[in-house]
């Protein structure tokens, strides 16, 4: 049987991170992968991590499974942590996930059982892994326009008129914060004018949140969830814990629905109950029970709050110190997107090309559409890194 199969294709960025790996240069520098790191190179477990942990050894007495749609602590935290105290809980169910991406799967059974014949929006572009995940869940997928290349800006005039044009039931999937790959968020009013579009076409509101707490604090990163949830009738949102938590193995995150009444809630709920079921039967509980125990403790939640302000500080003044030398190295040429972005990535603006040279030449390891993760910068690198980029650009 598995004679019939062709190798798959090869992941872009594990092929960029064996590379980066194998290169014996000591001045390398890797830009691909897509996990925060400390100036060191690590991706740390979190200190208040290690504290919950801890608690969690000393307490539990039972890994006995847990229910399709997880803890109940755990999921009452995450959509408070979400959606805020005044969206409306009693539309909303919300179940653990494992990572975003489970709970991007998930939603994708659910939305074909619900609205078989629907098309997703995506950006364009959008996080490599969306397209093949919900696709691969067999949804029909279209993209919006999304990011101008040249001008280094969202296109929103030109989204907007796309999701005009998009039948109603039609689902739009939209990143909360830190666009990945763009790093460019619209900015509230025009959150608004998306809203606006979305509840005039009648279209569902699918949001990836990956990312809160990265770009400028919890509530803030949850401006377009919480501006939308208090217009719709209906609504899909993703979280990602693996971020902000640093607990991407553990496989954390929620999937959150919203349904237009308190009786439609209930059939919702045991529709993406049975959908888990019939994928993953329960999900994963050791980084949720670390996540509740701190979101319900009121020192470990301070605790992580300063460890989540330490991350984003870091990847911020890295972004904007590749700026400063950039201007210094190259001042012909304008990277003052860069200072715009937010998040972990934004795109540098140079070619393939320019991006082969950067590898070969100075062990400068990036995707070839020339997205960086800002986490690979530090005050060491920084200087090396700008001088190589501008070595690669027209004179
Ligand atoms: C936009 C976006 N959505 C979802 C995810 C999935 O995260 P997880 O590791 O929790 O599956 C990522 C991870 O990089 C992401 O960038």
Redesign the pocket.
């Known amino acids: 049987m598995f004679e019939s199969l062709q190798a798959a294709k090869a992941d872009a960025i594990l092929g960029l991170i064996a590379e980066h790996r194998n290169d014996p240069r000591d001045n390398k520098i890797d830009l691909g992968v ?1 996990v925060y790191r400390t100036p060191e190179g690590h991706t740390p477990v979190l200190d208040v991590v290690k504290k919950a942990e801890q608690i969690l050894v000393d307490t539990q007495v039972s890994k006995t499974y847990i229910g399709t749609a997880g803890a109940a602590d755990f999921n009452a935290s995450m959509q408070a942590l979400i959606f805020g105290d005044e969206a409306p809980h009693d539309r909303l169910t919300t179940i653990q996930a494992p ?4 709970s ?1 799967r998930v939603a994708a059974s659910l939305i074909l059982r619900a609205a078989p014949d629907t098309t997703v929006w995506a950006s364009e572009p959008t ?1 490599a ?2 397209i093949p995940l919900l696709g691969g869940a067999g949804l029909r997928l279209k993209s919006y326009p999304y990011y101008d290349t040249d001008r280094h800006v969202i296109r929103i005039d030109e989204m907007l008129s796309a999701l005009r044009k998009a039948p109603a039931g039609d689902i739009v999937l939209l ?1 909360a914060c830190c666009h ?1 790959p763009s790093g460019l968020d619209p900015s509230e009013d025009e959150w608004a004018a998306i809203t606006d579009v979305v509840v005039e076409r009648g279209l569902v509101p699918f949001i ?1 949140m ?1 990312y809160q707490g990265f770009a400028k604090d919890l509530e803030a990163d949850a401006f377009a969830v919480r501006h939308m949830v208090a217009r719709v009738p209906e609504m899909i949102v ?1 979280s ?1 814990c ?1 971020k902000n938590f640093g607990l ?1 193995r553990d ?1 954390v ?1 929620t999937l959150s629905l919203l349904s237009a009444d308190e009786e439609n809630r209930g059939i919702v709920d045991s529709q993406v109950n049975n959908v888990v079921r019939t994928i993953y039967s329960v999900p994963p509980d050791h980084g949720a029970a670390v996540v509740s125990l701190i979101l319900n403790n009121d020192a470990l939640r301070s605790a992580w709050l300063l460890e989540l302000a330490e991350m984003r500080d870091r990847i911020q003044s890295m972004r904007s110190l590749l700026a400063d030398k950039l201007s210094e190295k190259a001042p012909d040429h304008d990277f003052s997107h860069l200072r715009r972005a937010a998040g972990m990535f934004c795109f540098l603006g140079i070619s393939a090309e320019q991006v082969a040279e950067l590898k070969k030449d100075y062990g400068v390891y990036m995707v070839d559409s020339s997205r960086i993760n800002v986490a690979g910068i530090t005050e060491d690198n920084v200087s090396y890194l700008a001088e190589a980029i501008a070595a690669t650009l027209p004179a």
């Open positions: 897509g990572g975003g991406s489970g991007l996080w892994n969306h990143h990945n990836d990956a993703s990602s693996s991407y496989r995150g």
